[in-house]
């Protein structure tokens, strides 16, 4: 005996084979009809949200208190890493355009579709452009637009974002600078006694100021690998938990080999500066005066 | 025959401003010390007694007068000439011995010698052959702080004996020894004098001072007593 459908309330509904067309108020369960249900796809918030799995019957209605359809889900659709759409607190059904359309009752009305252009040489990058101006000659209540506009305009608030997250990376990183400088410095003034001892019994100011060098590359070389590990846990345990908060695909923090890359060159260019501005203070003190004598 | 010190210090002198004016911790000093022989430098603190043993192992520059070691004027070398002395000419033994806490004691043997490009499987040997020597065969693998303060100070003798210097120079050896420990010290180097090596030690130790050789009592600056309580040729 099959189970008994079970109300269905959505915000946002999608054909399959055209981009989003139409968004409903609401989506209803109402009384079913004797025909064979339809079939659709839902996204993996609402299934989680509602208990619903793939063989479910559910009344799928445009708005509330209209008969609506029954139908059966056939599918559970993950989202995609899009941004955009992280925050909003909406549900996806997907379901297709004809049956759409009687049940919303809007014809063939649509408010957005996507023109794929072929035969253009490759490497012609301006051939969107010429094809979105060709369908505006002849358009009329609407509007084309290449992707790549459409991708700007879509991107522009990230990009700002992406700039306050890099000053704050630029601020983070100049600070780490000087807290790092101070730290080497402290710590190689610490072992101002054994570099007295060693200029002392006859070891040349070159070779104290390399080892010093050497000793801040390597403590610079390890600290950052270990840096990076640390970043990768904690960019994986925040992907976890904000992929599980928004049940979103999305990766919202990214530790990448190029990041990794400027991580670890910019701690060796820190700790080699360092070691030699401490280094050389060191070995440029009087061997007697490194001993406390 | 006539015998060339080890070392020859003429008419030194060093002097230091302080608070506007110069005062001198050494005031015209001359001291000739003979191969083999073992020379104790004593008085009170302040005397010049530290300041001198600066001056002859090229830490410290004279102001006026000249030193001569094994040859060589080293009252006049740059930092890189003097440094490089230090190395090779003379070796150091200091009274709170300054060994490298992350090295162990053969490690601290061989720096000497690794810094003057000694290969590196001829100056393990003579690591392992100096700490034989000083009595520490079994701890060339400890560290500073798993050893005694006399053992840490044999690691100090073996060190500045490495690239077998001419002179060996002592800043109070014993300062930091117990009793035992400190006659231990100067039974070690009084082995060491017999052996050949020329030893110029500055303390406070009386005993120290009874076992050299040769006792020399410095105030103000000046040398005022210098006594030969051994002369080479009875010891010979």
Redesign the interface.
């Known amino acids: 005996m099959p189970p008994a459908p079970r109300p269905l309330l959505a915000g946002l509904l999608a054909g399959v084979l055209l981009l989003p067309t139409f968004r409903p108020a609401s989506v209803s369960a109402q009384v079913s009809t004797p025909a064979a249900p339809r079939t659709i796809a839902i996204d993996e918030r609402l299934a989680a949200a509602a208990g619903l799995a793939v063989g479910d019957t559910v009344r799928l209605a445009a708005t509330a208190g209209s008969p609506g359809d029954l139908v059966r889900i056939a599918a559970i659709t993950r989202r995609g890493a899009d941004p955009s759409e992280v925050a909003r607190n909406e549900f996806k059904v997907r379901l297709h355009l004809d049956h759409l359309q009687s049940l919303t009752g809007s014809g063939d009305r649509v408010g957005r579709f996507a023109v794929r252009s072929r035969g253009a040489p490759s490497g012609d990058a301006a051939a969107p452009d010429r094809v979105a101006a060709a369908i505006n000659q002849s358009a009329f209540g609407f509007r084309a637009y290449p992707a790549s506009a459409v991708a700007v305009e879509t991107s522009s608030t990230f990009r700002v974002v992406n700039r306050f997250h890099r000053a704050i990376g630029v601020i983070t990183i100049v600070a780490s600078a000087i807290f790092l400088l101070c730290i080497t410095l402290l710590k190689v003034d610490e072992r101002r006694?054994?570099v007295?001892?060693?200029?002392?019994?006859?070891?040349?100011?070159a070779?104290v100021l390399r080892a010093i060098v050497l000793e801040a590359t390597l403590v610079a070389l390890i600290g950052s690998i270990l840096g990076a590990a640390l970043g990768w846990a904690a960019s994986a345990i925040v992907n976890w938990y904000y992929q599980g908060v928004y049940q979103t695909p999305l990766r919202f923090t990214l530790v990448t080999p190029g990041i990794v890359g400027f991580a670890v060159a910019l701690s060796l260019v820190l700790g080699v500066v360092s070691g030699i501005l401490a280094g050389r203070r060191l070995v440029r003190t009087a061997?007697?005066e490194l001993?406390g004598? | 025959m006539t015998v060339t010190p080890v070392l020859s210090a003429q008419s030194i002198r060093r002097a230091y401003p302080l608070a506007g004016r110069s005062v001198e911790a050494v005031r015209g000093l001359s001291l000739d010390v003979m191969a083999g022989e073992w020379v104790a430098v004593v008085g009170p603190s302040g005397c010049g007694k530290s300041t001198l043993l600066n001056l002859l192992g090229a830490i410290d520059r004279p102001t006026a007068g000249r030193i001569v070691i094994a040859g060589r004027d080293v009252s006049a070398l740059g930092d890189a000439e003097a440094t490089r002395f230090r190395l090779t000419g003379v070796g150091f033994v200091f009274q709170r011995f300054y060994l490298m806490p992350t090295l162990t004691a053969a490690e601290n043997v061989e720096l000497p010698m690794a810094e003057a490009r000694m290969p590196r499987a001829a100056r393990s040997a003579r690591a392992r052959e100096l700490l034989a020597y000083v009595g520490l065969d079994g701890r060339a693998e400890h560290r500073p702080f798993q050893l005694s303060g006399g053992e840490q100070q044999r690691v100090a003798i073996a060190r500045a004996l490495a690239n077998r210097p001419a002179l060996l120079l002592a800043d109070e050896p014993t300062g930091e020894l117990d009793a035992r420990t400190g006659a231990e010290m100067i039974a070690l180097l009084d082995r060491l004098n017999h052996d050949g090596t020329t030893i110029v030690t500055v303390t406070h130790d009386e005993e120290l001072a009874q076992a050299a050789r040769r006792v020399v009592h410095m105030r103000d600056g000046v040398i005022v007593d210098d006594v030969v309580r051994r002369p080479l040729e009875a010891t010979a």
Do not use: S
């Open positions: 006694r054994d007295g001892a060693l200029r002392l019994i006859g070891c040349a100011r070779t061997p007697l001993v004598r």
